[in-house]
């Protein structure tokens, strides 16, 4: 299902068009300008005040209201949007883009931006669907730093006939930018996401939820005596509302089955309580402890104190 993709040399593009300036692409904006991975970074946004601030932070070479004019001669399109704006961007550039483009995407539902972006997109360009696994819950163009993706893994789900120098080409850019690169299947992409990412976050919105609607216990309670494992649902239940509102609606079909298998086990962890089940509750904390070790051991956090968080990095999404 899943390829590890061989290695290339950094490359340069004669001209990089980054859609969207938030976190991911203002991060992407500075690692490409560390790099020198464009001779031209052309950077979009809908919002004027965005955009005024992109240009304070000095993040590209030009800087446009338009994403069609923004792409017009790129080589490299990255639309780093929330997923349910896809179609729209789509529309926006299918006129616009050179032949040969590489059009590539941020997103982390895959089968969704494919339906919205692929059917106005024109058959000269190469479009390549990616999601690089990396994020705070910090969002705007102040937030992104050129270090965000290094050490993450980035996905690509190619469609079938897809260009394989154009493939290879976006391969050696996200490692340039740091990352390690997988090819995915979209649809296993997307189930795979829903329980590794998204759950995490609905589950985090959750509890947090809960705790804020408690009677018997004050907000302020909550915050004051906040021990470290509430403290971690609240990073993630502080990430952007626009983009995980999206993520539920376009990843809806893989999201509902990963609830319904975890409302299953969660319905047994109850039973164990209410019997007092401990050995059952002991195999389960201990079989789920080794699934901590394996992650350390897959280099995707490190064995330090604070839940293996290193002081002012964030971990990844």
Same mark, same amino acid.
């Given at each position: 299902?899943?390829?590890?993709?061989?290695?290339?040399?950094?490359?340069?593009?004669?001209?990089?068009?980054?859609?969207?300036?938030?976190?991911?692409?203002?991060?992407?904006?500075?690692?490409?300008?560390?790099?020198?991975?464009?001779r031209h970074l052309?950077?979009?946004?809908?919002?004027?005040?965005?955009?005024?601030?992109?240009?304070?932070?000095?993040?590209?070479?030009?800087?446009?209201?338009?994403?069609?004019?923004? *792409?017009?001669?790129?080589?490299?399109? =990255? &639309?780093?949007?929330? #997923? !349910? $704006?896809?179609?729209?961007?789509?529309?926006?550039?299918?006129?616009?883009?050179?032949?040969?483009?590489?059009?590539?995407?941020?997103?982390?539902?895959?089968?969704?931006?494919?339906?919205?972006?692929?059917?106005?997109?024109?058959?000269?360009?190469?479009?390549?669907?990616?999601?690089?696994?990396?994020?705070?819950?910090?969002?705007?163009?102040?937030?992104?730093?050129?270090?965000?993706?290094?050490?993450?893994?980035?996905?690509?789900?190619?469609?079938?006939?897809?260009?394989?120098?154009a493939m290879a080409?976006?391969?050696?850019?996200?490692?340039?930018?740091?990352?390690?690169v997988d090819s995915?299947?979209?649809?296993?992409?997307?189930?795979?996401?829903?329980? *590794?990412?998204?759950?995490?976050?609905? =589950? &985090?919105?959750?509890? #947090? !939820? $809960?705790?804020?609607?408690?009677?018997?216990?004050?907000?302020?309670?909550?915050?004051?005596?906040?021990?470290?494992?509430?403290?971690?649902?609240?990073?993630?239940?502080?990430?952007?509302?626009?983009?995980?509102?999206?993520?539920?609606?376009?990843?809806?079909?893989?999201?509902?089955?990963?609830?319904?298998?975890?409302?299953?086990?969660?319905?047994?962890?109850?039973?164990?309580?209410?019997?007092?089940?401990?050995?059952?509750?002991?195999?389960?904390?201990?079989?789920?402890?080794?699934?901590?070790?394996?992650?350390?051991?897959?280099?995707?956090?490190?064995?330090?104190?604070?839940?293996?968080?290193?002081?002012?990095?964030?971990?990844?999404?």
């Open positions: 299902m899943r390829k590890r993709l061989d290695s290339m040399q950094t490359i340069i593009f004669d001209k990089i068009a980054l859609i969207g300036i938030g976190l991911i692409g203002s991060s992407l904006a500075r690692v490409i300008r560390r790099e020198g991975l464009a052309a950077i979009a946004t809908r919002s004027s005040e965005t955009l005024e601030q992109a240009h304070h932070l000095d993040l590209g070479d030009s800087y446009t209201t338009s994403n069609a004019e923004a *792409v017009r001669d790129a080589d490299l399109v =990255i &639309a780093s949007v929330p #997923v !349910g $704006t896809s179609e729209s961007v789509a529309r926006d550039i299918a006129g616009d883009l050179k032949e040969g483009a590489i059009v590539t995407d941020v997103g982390s539902t895959k089968g969704s931006v494919i339906e919205q972006m692929r059917p106005h997109l024109p058959s000269h360009v190469h479009f390549i669907p990616g999601h690089p696994i990396a994020g705070t819950e910090r969002s705007g163009p102040d937030a992104g730093f050129a270090e965000l993706f290094e050490g993450r893994w980035c996905i690509l789900t190619p469609l079938e006939g897809t260009d394989a120098d080409r976006l391969a050696a850019f996200w490692r340039a930018c740091g990352s390690d995915m299947d979209p649809v296993h992409h997307d189930m795979v996401l829903a329980m *590794v990412s998204h759950l995490p976050h609905l =589950i &985090a919105y959750n509890i #947090v !939820g $809960t705790a804020d609607d408690l009677e018997t216990v004050t907000k302020s309670e909550v915050i004051k005596y906040s021990a470290s494992g509430f403290r971690d649902f609240t990073r993630l239940a502080a990430s952007d509302p626009t983009m995980w509102r999206d993520v539920c609606l376009h990843n809806k079909d893989a999201i509902l089955e990963m609830l319904a298998r975890f409302s299953e086990d969660l319905a047994s962890l109850q039973r164990a309580i209410r019997w007092g089940d401990g050995d059952k509750l002991f195999d389960l904390f201990n079989r789920t402890r080794a699934i901590r070790r394996s992650i350390i051991e897959a280099g995707q956090d490190v064995d330090v104190p604070d839940f293996g968080r290193q002081a002012g990095k964030a971990p990844a999404e």
